[in-house]
């Protein structure tokens, strides 16, 4: 039982790259989260999922897109990477009791 | 806007001594509280969670204090060690079926507990 898997776990992209950030859980969760933390302002929710085809927006959406296929899998894609995406960014998984978060993904745009 | 203010930003206690973190919001429809702790290089992890119906809860050495008319709510840890050292945050949700789905953070306390 992994719980919140997310990969890769270091990501370095060029300004207007694109790429996926992967996470996966086998908890079982209808509802799956993307956060991103940066100093001195806590996590920051950007996308969220609250079952297989649904999704929505968090406080901080732009610039990412999401899609939720299975119950297992909620990747994040950064369509044209900016410096402003220099980040690190978690995955979460949750029921009514509260929130399970992948281990992070660091990435910086140069 | 921050929704959730936590404060001190960072706090230093001594060995067996008492830390104390303070969370503010503003959404009065926010109606589960947790708190997150996490270390370097890790996820943040739950700690311990309270609803607005209950004042106080405790589990080991931590406890929840909550006050809803002040729109307030603060984590004390008991009895300090070093191995508390990390980095907490609260949180809050409106929770019906998705509690901890949409989480609403604080800005963090960086705890260092000195042997």
């Known amino acids: 039982n992994a719980g919140v898997t997310q990969t890769p776990k270091f990501q370095v992209l060029k300004t207007g790259q694109s790429m996926t950030l992967q996470c996966a859980q086998d908890?079982?969760?209808?509802?799956m989260s993307w956060y991103r933390q940066d100093p001195g302002m806590g996590l920051r929710l950007i996308h969220y999922s609250v079952g297989a085809g649904i999704t929505d927006q968090g406080e901080v959406p732009n610039g990412y897109n999401v899609s939720r296929s299975t119950t297992e899998d909620f990747p994040l894609r950064l369509l044209s990477a900016a410096p402003s995406q220099t980040s690190v960014y978690f995955c979460a998984s949750s029921y009514w009791g509260g929130a399970f978060f992948g281990q992070g993904t660091r990435l910086t745009v140069v | 806007q921050q929704q959730v203010k936590q404060s001190p930003q960072s706090l230093i206690v001594q060995k067996g001594g008492i830390s104390i973190i303070n969370c503010a919001y503003e959404n009065t429809a926010f109606d589960y509280f947790p708190w997150y702790q996490q270390f370097p290089g890790k996820g943040p992890a739950l700690l311990i969670a309270i609803r607005p119906d209950v004042s106080e809860k405790k589990e080991g050495r931590f406890t929840i204090s909550f006050n809803k008319s002040a729109k307030q709510f603060s984590l004390h840890i008991m009895d300090s060690q070093p191995g508390d050292s990390a980095t907490y945050f609260c949180?809050?949700?409106?929770?019906?079926?998705?509690?901890?789905?949409?989480?609403?953070f604080g800005e963090g306390t960086q705890l260092t507990v000195n042997p």
């Open positions: 949180a809050a949700s409106i929770s019906g079926a998705t509690s901890g789905s949409r989480l609403t």
């Open positions: 908890m079982n969760h209808e509802y």
